[in-house]
Nanobody, 115 residues
Framework: QVQLVESGGGLVQAGGSLRLSCAAS????????MGWYRQAPGKQRELVAT???????NYGDSVKGRFTISRDNAKKMVYLQMNSLKPEDTAVYYC?????????WGQGTQVTVSS
C-alpha cells in the first residue's frame, strides 16, 4: 500500500543545484517522519536529511547549510533542495517514510555531480 517514488535526479556540474521530489501514497505525510538517504558505490547508506511529524529537521553533517528538506502534506510530497553540489554528493538518493520496522523506501534516483 505504501509507495514512494523519487524523481528529479540527474547530472549537474559542481556548484549547481537540484531538487529531488518524493511522491508518497498509502501514508499520511503530515504524521509520518520522512527522510532522504543516499548511497554511493562501495559506501554505506548515510543519512541526508529527515523531517519529523512536528516539522523538526535533521541533517547529516556533510550537507548542513547546503540541503533543505521540506514537505507538502496536501500534495503528499517530500522535497530535497540541494545547493552548492559537490562531486562527493554523487550517489543514489532514497526517500524513506516511517522508522524502524515501519520504514518504507523508494526505488532511488541517481544524482551525479561532475567536477
Amino acid at each position: 500500500q505504501v509507495q514512494l517514488v523519487e524523481s528529479g535526479g540527474g547530472l549537474v556540474q559542481a556548484g549547481g543545484s537540484l531538487r529531488l521530489s518524493c511522491a508518497a501514497s498509502g501514508i499520511i505525510v503530515s504524521i509520518n517522519a520522512m527522510g532522504w538517504y543516499r548511497q554511493a558505490p562501495g559506501k554505506q547508506r548515510e543519512l541526508v536529511a529527515t523531517i519529523g511529524s512536528g516539522g523538526s529537521t535533521n541533517y547529516g553533517d556533510s550537507v548542513k547549510g547546503r540541503f533543505t528538506i521540506s514537505r507538502d502534506n496536501a500534495k503528499k510530497m517530500v522535497y530535497l533542495q540541494m545547493n552548492s553540489l559537490k562531486p562527493e554528493d554523487t550517489a543514489v538518493y532514497y526517500c524513506k517514510s516511517g522508522v524502524g520496522v515501519l520504514a518504507k523506501w523508494g526505488q532511488g534516483t541517481q544524482v551525479t555531480v561532475s567536477s
